[in-house]
């Protein structure tokens, strides 16, 4: 499976990248949305996980481009505000499939993310 992590977090997005490759997973990690972009470009990832706030660029524009340069990529959006604690994020990203902290541990994370790349969209 092929997962793209967005976090502006450097460490942040390493634990979860760590965690991800001892289950299998082949991980790329960007931190902001040029280097998201960039990759979606030239690989198709079967899922992304991405923090909400990215410190430099849009969430919306990289799960924006996902969803026109690969269908069938499901988002995985992190946060640690109550931004969209209501649902809309559903609403507002058609490849939006999941809504968490920050602070979900990486095994929870990593069951998130196999099984939602499995799911049929």
Not at 40 to 50: K, P, S
Not at 81 to 92: A, E, L
Request: aromatic share 10%; charged share 15%; hydrophobic share 45%.
């Amino acid at each position: 499976m092929n997962v793209l992590i967005v976090e502006s977090r450097a460490d942040l997005g390493a634990l979860w990248q760590r965690h991800l490759e001892r289950q299998g997973q082949t991980v790329t990690l960007v931190t902001d949305q040029d280097g998201a972009i960039g990759q979606l470009q030239n690989q198709r990832f079967d899922i992304i996980v991405m923090d909400l706030v990215l410190k430099e660029g849009s969430a919306f524009s990289v799960a924006d481009y996902a969803s026109y340069r690969h269908p069938d990529t499901r988002v995985i959006f992190v946060t640690n505000t109550s931004f969209f604690s209501d649902g809309s994020i559903f609403q507002v990203c058609p490849n939006a499939c999941a809504f968490v902290p920050s602070a979900t541990p990486p095994a929870d994370l990593a069951a998130m993310v196999e099984h939602y790349a499995a799911a049929p969209t």
